[in-house]
């Protein structure tokens, strides 16, 4: 079995490991360097309080892949399970919530419902009187993509793929159509399947082969701040799902500091997007951290920062499917690609070997559930 990955992020790695792993014979084209695009520039989350099962089931199977991680790759990924913790203003929220932690405990999260004063305890800095309640889970937490990638990386040489780094795809080849192959720079190659894990390029990608996806590159920033009063490192990383503004600990008292608040969000040219943070939206995310928080004031200093592309569905769930034969798009994770990464890989792997995903049922996943009025809004995104 000959297979083609596109994209040399996360996902993309993880789908070129299982494939391998499972006898497939692997080539990654990845137009740039490994994890240098959407992947490096992560917050790194990795958490099970969504609010529709299938994302709670990817999570849970790639929890499984990132407790072992080191392990099996030989990497620490500086893996800190500090937990999640989601915050409601409002009663309508508070009640999506009792439903959710019902939910995400009957798939086997390890999820809790909380009053405002129990959330303190887990954040003591918490300005707990603006909230009605909250939700926590102390297995959730964060790591570094980078070394992730490194991980992945390692896994995917010692299975014997060929890497293609520097290397764009520029068109698809189709038979009767059909995928068939690649065209690159390099020339042209053939394959069983073909893989789109191009996350911001996979509309691009897939308008190769005359598949329409609704994934949208869309640009989110994170500021690293010193924060006035010392974030504890065993803080969790904190929402204020309403605002959408959050921060989670770094070392030694710092933290980052995240949201997205402007109401347009346009779509952006991931060639040519601007990769640095604005000094005024991070003004703004610290001023709006420090609404509700005791940690961040005036004085809290900006130290660096970052923007990436977020790759958006309309519902902020993935699209997983073979889109025609031969191409199998697994992209539009929608700030969620890093965490479900190795899940995602082994149902890539099952599309490609058994034509129908075992590992978790990603059936409603298809692009058409658009058209079809079933698409699943995922709320608990920032």
Not at 140 to 145: H, I, K, L, N, R
Not at 177 to 182: C, D, I, P
Not at 208 to 236: C, F, K, N, Y
Request: proline share 4%; net charge negative; hydrophobic share 40%.
């Amino acid at each position: 079995m000959d297979v083609i990955v596109i994209g040399g992020g996360i996902v993309g790695l993880s789908a070129s490991y299982y494939l391998a792993e499972r006898g497939a014979d692997v080539r990654l084209f990845e137009k740039g360097s490994l994890g240098n695009g959407s992947t490096a520039r992560s917050a790194g989350g990795i958490r099970s309080q969504f609010d529709t099962a299938v994302n709670v089931e990817l999570s849970l199977a790639s929890k499984r892949v990132w407790n072992a991680f080191e392990d099996r790759f030989g990497v620490d990924m500086a893996y800190r399970k500090t937990g999640y913790l989601f915050l409601a203003r409002s009663e309508a929220v508070a009640e999506t919530f009792r439903e959710n932690v019902q939910m995400q405990r009957d798939l086997g999260a390890e999820s809790e419902f909380l009053t405002p004063e129990e959330a303190r305890e887990h954040c003591e800095g918490l300005s707990a009187e603006q909230f009605v309640a909250a939700t926590y889970n102390g297995d959730d937490g964060f790591a570094d993509p980078n070394l992730a990638v490194q991980g992945y990386a390692g896994g995917v040489r010692e299975a014997g793929v060929d890497i293609r780094t520097g290397t764009a795809v520029t068109d698809l080849r189709q038979d009767d159509e059909a995928v068939v192959g690649v065209v690159t720079g390099d020339g042209r190659f053939d394959a069983d399947f073909v893989v789109n894990a191009g996350g911001p390029y996979a509309t691009e990608i897939g308008r190769m082969a005359g598949a329409s996806l609704p994934i949208h590159p869309r640009r989110r920033q994170i500021a690293v701040v010193d924060a006035t009063r010392p974030v504890p490192e065993d803080d969790p990383l904190t929402i204020d799902l309403e605002t959408g503004s959050y921060f989670r600990p770094e070392r030694e008292g710092a933290a980052l500091v995240g949201g997205h608040f402007a109401e347009d969000d346009p779509n952006q040219d991931p060639d040519s997007h601007d990769d640095s943070m604005e000094l005024a939206w991070a003004a703004d995310a610290v001023e709006r951290a420090a609404e509700w928080t005791r940690y961040f004031d005036a004085e809290t200093r900006i130290k660096r920062g970052w923007a990436g592309l977020y790759a958006v569905t309309p519902d902020n769930h993935p699209v997983i499917e073979e889109s025609v034969p031969g191409l199998i798009t697994a992209s539009g994770f929608s700030g969620h690609g890093f965490q479900h990464a190795p899940a995602t890989g082994q149902i890539v792997a099952d599309l490609v070997f058994e034509a129908k995903p075992q590992l978790v049922d990603v059936s409603a996943l298809t692009a058409d559930r658009f058209e079809r009025g079933e698409a699943m809004v995922e709320k608990n995104v920032v």
